[in-house]
């Protein structure tokens, strides 16, 4: 069933992020210990992202897809050895019908939640590696591959000072699901690099590259380049990571459905020493 959606009002994310910039940091909350755990996807910190990323250019008509994305990670502590991490993406979707002005297709996407088993004491070099899935949990065909996916995911980071270097890698395909629907076999690597400034403030670039091995050879590859400005800061005693992106898909599909461009807006909730044991 196709639904109105109405767009998100630009005006509400620039008052969003106006307090963020303007809110006085609580030097005593938030220290270059904390700055630091919030870049590193390994670090004794619960972290709840809600992610929302507008892709602009899309279809025949040249809409905007927007796609709201809850992705806590959840660091668990196995053993003296090993810890778990979990990070599960909830995509709640907005996506243009096409060849239509205004109609979108409104609701829950296909759930992802992927597992790193990863040393608990690293050098200088963290990792982690797992299995990754793709649950067909999406509330309308559109918004979701009708596939029960599995495959091999992978983290690494290095933190060389103020810079945070790494990368997520998954790549998923299908093993069951509706027949009458598409094969899915979709890698997925998203590189992440990022700047300490001073004031709290960092530069970041984290680019989603996917590749679907099943499209034909012209629309296999999508490629993004951007760069985003983020600050770590607190509202009363809760510390949060805001950030704000920008990227320009140098490489995309060759059909007219797919993106051009996307602006990224990031609010990340941070619960430092939450690690929890199994």
């Known amino acids: 069933m196709i ?13 969003f992020f106006t307090v963020f910039i ?4 609580n030097a005593q909350i938030i220290d270059s210990n904390l700055l630091k755990m919030a870049q590193n996807k390994f670090a004794n910190l619960l ?11 899309i279809g025949p008509l040249s809409r905007m897809r927007n796609t709201l994305n809850i992705q806590p990670v959840i660091p668990f502590k196995l053993n003296s050895s090993l ?3 979990t990070r599960t993406i909830v995509p709640v979707i907005s996506q243009p019908v096409p060849d239509e ?14 597992f790193f088993i990863s040393p608990a004491h690293h050098g200088k070099l963290f990792w982690g590696v797992g299995p990754s899935f793709l649950l067909p949990t999406a509330t309308l065909p559109e918004l979701g591959a009708g596939k029960w996916c599995v495959g091999p995911g992978a983290i690494f980071l290095i933190q060389p000072r103020r810079l945070t270097v ?12 509706d027949k009458t629907r598409k094969k899915v076999n979709t890698l997925m690597f998203n590189p992440f690099a990022s700047y300490v400034l001073p004031r709290k403030f960092y530069v970041t670039s984290s680019p989603i590259i996917s590749v679907n091995w099943e499209a034909d050879n012209g629309n296999k590859l999508i490629l993004p380049v951007g760069v985003g400005l983020g600050k770590i800061t607190t509202l009363g005693a809760q510390a949060m990571n805001f950030s704000i992106h920008y990227y320009i898909n140098v490489v995309t599909h060759d059909n007219p459905s797919g993106p051009k461009s996307e602006l990224r ?3 990340t909730l941070l619960f430092p020493h939450k690690v929890t044991s199994k």
């Open 83 to 85: 810890n778990l991490i």
């Open 47 to 57: 972290t709840v992202p809600f992610q929302n990323n507008m892709d602009f250019g």
């Open 22 to 25: 303007f809110n006085k940091t």
């Open 3 to 15: 639904k109105i959606f109405k767009q998100l009002h630009s005006a509400k994310w620039i008052l």
């Open 101 to 114: 002005k205004k109609l979108s297709y409104f609701g829950l996407g296909d759930i992802n939640p992927t």
């Open 166 to 177: 790494g990368g997520y890698m998954t790549n998923v395909f299908s093993i069951a699901g």
């Open 265 to 267: 807006l990031q609010w």
